[in-house]
């Protein structure tokens, strides 16, 4: 069973950067992984996706030239860097594995994370 454990998350102030991993563990790695957020009272959003290889990435409008998800297959982990925060950006952020339908489609992946707790201050 694949498990995904999120970490790098917290609190930061406007204009700030994190880094987010998430590690993948119990099964093979070769998947498109993604990154979506849930701020409180919204829905869940897509944030990145990154296929297997890491040639091909995918990004929210919202997060376009700020956040960066890559990773490293030797490590089993993915990473989203994130830049230039904004308070809008608060919410907790989850990465998922194996998208049955399109990669922006939170409904589609098989295996989630349990989150990690991003605040932005303004």
């Known amino acids: 069973q694949v498990q995904l454990v999120e970490s790098g998350g917290g609190l930061v102030q406007a204009g700030g950067s994190l880094r987010l991993s998430c590690a993948a563990s119990?099964?093979?790695?070769?998947?498109?992984m993604g990154w979506f957020r849930q701020a409180p009272g919204k829905e869940r959003e897509f944030v990145a996706a990154?296929?297997?290889?890491?040639?091909?990435?995918s990004y929210a409008d919202s997060v376009k030239g700020r956040f960066t998800i890559s990773r490293d297959n030797a490590k089993n982990t993915v990473y989203l860097q994130m830049n230039s925060l904004k308070p809008e950006d608060t919410a907790v952020y989850s990465c998922?594995?194996?998208?049955?339908?399109?990669?922006?489609?939170?409904?589609?992946?098989?295996?989630w994370g349990q989150g990690t707790q991003v605040t932005v201050s303004s």
């Open positions: 998922a594995a194996a998208p049955r339908l399109s990669w922006r489609d939170y409904e589609g992946y098989t295996y």
């Open positions: 119990g099964g093979t790695f070769n998947s498109v």
């Open positions: 990154i296929n297997w290889r890491g040639g091909v990435t």
